[in-house]
C-alpha cells in the first residue's frame, strides 16, 4: 500500500497495540525504537536485568515482516561468529574440495546484538562496517545487505564483571541510547499477571519490507524548517567544552561534547517523530524531546563532574535554549 504522513499515526496504534500482547508499557521506548528505523538507524538500549529489553526486541521483530536474527554476546564470540567464515567442503560433483562461504548472523535485517558490552571490543568492531556502510567485508570480499538493516543492542548498566564499553566510535553509530526504567506498580502487577498465565497472543507483523523503505524514504524528503535546522545546530555545539561556551557547566564538567553527527541524527529523528504525529514538518519541540536520547551516549563528563556527583541529563537539559 501507499504510504503517506497522514497514514502514519494510525501505522504507530496499530504497532502499539501489537507489541502490547507481549510487552507491558514501554510506550515512549517503543516510539523511539520505530523513530530510529524511519531514520534507517540503530538503538542502544540500556537497563537493568528484567525489564523486558530482549522481549521488547523480539516483540519489535514479530511486528515487521522482515528477517530477524540474534546473537548471545559473550567473551568469547568471535568476529567469524557475526559475520561468517569459510568451511573446507567437498564439491561431489567433482570430487575436489573447495572452501565455501558460510553467512554469520549479521546477514538478516533486524540483528539483536543481546548484551553487547560483554564481548571484547575486537569483536564489537565486527558489527561497526554493516552499521555505518550496511556492507560486509569478509575475507576481501564485500557483501552489500539487504535494507532495511537495523541494530537493536542491549545492555546491563549495573554488572562491571567481565564487560567491556562500546568505543566512542561504535557509540556514535547509534541513533538513540534508551534507558529503560523500572515500571510503576499497575505495570508490574499487569506484566506479572501477562507473564504467569498460558494466554499467550500471537503478534501480526503491522509494516512489511516495502512500506518500511517507503517511510524511511518519506523521513529523508520531509524538508526541515531553517530556525529548526540552526536550533539543532546550536544545541550540538552547546555541549562542546569550548573557550568561548558560554555555559559554565559545560566548561568546567564536559571533557567531550557531541560530533556532528549528533545533529544529523537529531533533524532526522525530528522528522520521523514529526510524521508519526501526523505533521508534514519537524519543530523546535520535536528536536527538544529526542535531546536527552540522541546527546546522552555523545557526551563525555570529565573527573570533575564524577567528584561532584552531576548529572549527565542535567548537563543536557542546560543545552535546551542555546544562544
Not at 546484538?113 to 554493516?130: C, F, G, H, S, V
Not at 498465565?197 to 526541515?224: D, F, G
Not at 529523528?269 to 501526523?278: E, P
Amino acid at each position: 500500500m501507499s504510504i503517506d504522513a497522514a497514514s502514519l499515526p494510525g501505522i504507530l496504534s496499530r504497532f502499539r497495540s501489537e507489541i502490547a500482547k507481549k510487552v507491558v508499557g514501554q510506550e515512549g521506548v517503543l516510539d523511539l525504537v520505530l523513530t530510529a528505523l524511519f531514520c534507517r538507524g540503530h538503538v542502544l538500549l540500556v537497563g537493568a536485568p528484567g525489564l523486558a529489553k530482549t522481549t521488547l526486541v523480539n516483540s519489535f521483530a514479530s511486528a515487521l515482516d522482515l528477517n530477524f536474527n540474534r546473537i548471545q554476546f559473550t567473551p568469547d564470540l568471535m568476529p567469524s561468529d557475526i559475520t561468517g567464515s569459510e568451511i573446507l567442503q567437498e564439491n561431489k560433483s567433482t570430487g575436489t574440495r573447495e572452501l565455501i562461504f558460510t553467512r554469520g548472523p549479521i546477514f538478516t535485517q533486524i540483528l539483536l546484538a543481546d548484551e553487547i558490552n560483554r564481548t571484547p571490543p575486537k569483536t564489537q568492531a565486527a558489527l561497526l562496517q554493516a552499521m555505518q556502510e550496511k556492507k560486509v567485508t569478509v575475507f576481501g570480499k564485500t557483501e552489500t545487505l539487504v535494507e532495511p538493516f537495523m541494530v537493536l543492542a542491549t545492555q546491563n548498566p549495573i554488572e562491571q564483571e567481565g564487560t567491556y564499553p562500546l568505543p566512542e566510535a561504535q557509540l556514535d553509530r547509534f541513533v538513540f541510547s534508551i534507558w529503560l526504567d523500572y515500571p510503576s506498580f499497575q505495570e508490574e502487577l499487569d506484566i506479572v499477571q501477562l507473564t504467569t498465565s498460558t494466554n499467550h497472543q500471537q503478534i501480526s507483523p503491522v509494516l512489511s519490507r516495502n512500506e518500511i523503505i517507503q517511510i524511511q524514504n518519506l523521513t529523508y524528503e520531509t524538508p526541515v524548517p531553517e530556525h529548526v535546522a540552526q536550533y539543532a545546530v546550536k544545541v550540538v555545539r552547546a555541549t562542546r567544552p569550548t573557550k568561548d561556551n558560554p555555559i559554565k557547566e559545560i566548561r568546567d564538567y564536559v571533557r567531550w561534547g557531541a560530533g556532528p553527527r549528533a545533529t544529523q541524527f537529531l533533524l532526522l529523528a525530528a522528522k520521523a517523530r514529526a510524521l508519526l504525529q501526523g505533521r508534514p514538518l519537524p519543530i523546535e519541540e520535536d528536536v527538544r524531546q529526542l535531546l536527552i536520547p540522541t546527546l546522552k551516549h555523545r557526551i563525555l563528563l570529565n573527573f570533575h563532574a564524577e567528584a561532584d556527583n552531576v548529572d549527565l541529563e542535567n548537563i543536557i537539559s542546560l543545552v535546551k535554549n542555546p544562544n
